[in-house]
């Protein structure tokens, strides 16, 4: 069953530090996000992707952060110059269609545990 | 205003018993999608469930389904004959196809399943 791959699964990095975080979506896949969840906190949105480009951001993701498809499988998240409170699970998703019609579910990968010391 | 509430924390149930998630949402947009996903303690989440504002019967999937109910806008999750594998946290999300394209998600239930 195809599904949505995220690498590495924990990172720890020191404060101030670039972090790359990686997904490969669902192939046949046009939407593409990322969503955080601090530590016993519900997940928030931080950006949605479509057809190599951003199509919405939340307030979270400022400057700090960027989204890139860099190949025709691989979608990344960047945050420069780590804080302590980016310390959280990243979740990468995907879907086929947007809004609120079928086929619209997001499907997750497994998250990246981010901890910036 | 939230989006997305679940007034429920935590919620337990004995083995082989039925449970509701409570699931309660606000939109203005006609159109929308109600979802349910499962967390377990490995951290990742789990699609379980789809629900579409213009779907005329409740959304079922297995041992889960989905009491929805338009005017209260209200969206309980109803697990049958839970199992001890169904202990985890519980979210219920929207996403309206209008607007921002993004899934707002409730603050969560803690479900645990009793032997």
């Known amino acids: 069953e195809p599904e949505v791959t995220q690498t590495p699964s924990h990172q720890v990095t020191q404060m101030g530090q670039e972090v790359i975080l990686r997904c490969v979506p669902i192939?046949?896949?046009?939407?593409f996000y990322w969503y955080r969840q601090i530590l016993g906190q519900k997940v928030e949105f931080l950006v949605s992707?479509?057809?190599?480009?951003?199509?919405?951001k939340s307030e979270i993701f400022d400057d700090q952060f960027s989204v890139e498809r860099p190949d025709g499988s691989n979608f990344t998240l960047k945050i420069r110059s780590t804080k302590l409170e980016d310390s959280a699970m990243y979740f990468c998703?995907?879907?086929?269609?947007?809004?609120?019609?079928?086929?619209?579910?997001?499907?997750f990968g497994q998250g990246t545990r981010l901890t910036v010391v | 205003a939230q989006k997305i509430t679940q007034t429920q924390p935590g919620m337990f149930v004995q083995e082989k018993e039925a449970v509701t998630l409570d699931c309660t949402y606000d939109?203005?947009?006609?159109?929308?999608?109600l979802f349910w996903y499962k967390q377990p303690s490995s951290g990742e989440m789990i699609f379980l469930i789809y629900?579409?504002?213009?779907?005329?019967q409740n959304a079922t999937e297995g041992r889960y389904s989905l009491n929805f109910q338009k005017a209260r806008k209200s969206a309980n999750l109803v697990i049958s004959a839970s199992q001890l594998g169904d202990s985890a946290m519980y979210f219920c999300a929207m996403r309206e196809k209008t607007g921002a394209n993004n899934l707002f998600f409730g603050t969560g239930t803690r479900l645990t399943v009793i032997p």
């Open positions: 629900q579409g504002s213009y779907d005329q």
């Open positions: 998703a995907s879907s086929e269609a947007r809004g609120g019609l079928p086929n619209t579910e997001a499907f």
């Open positions: 992707f479509y057809n190599n480009e951003i199509s919405e």
């Open positions: 939109t203005s947009d006609p159109s929308y999608g």
């Open positions: 192939s046949n896949h046009l939407y």
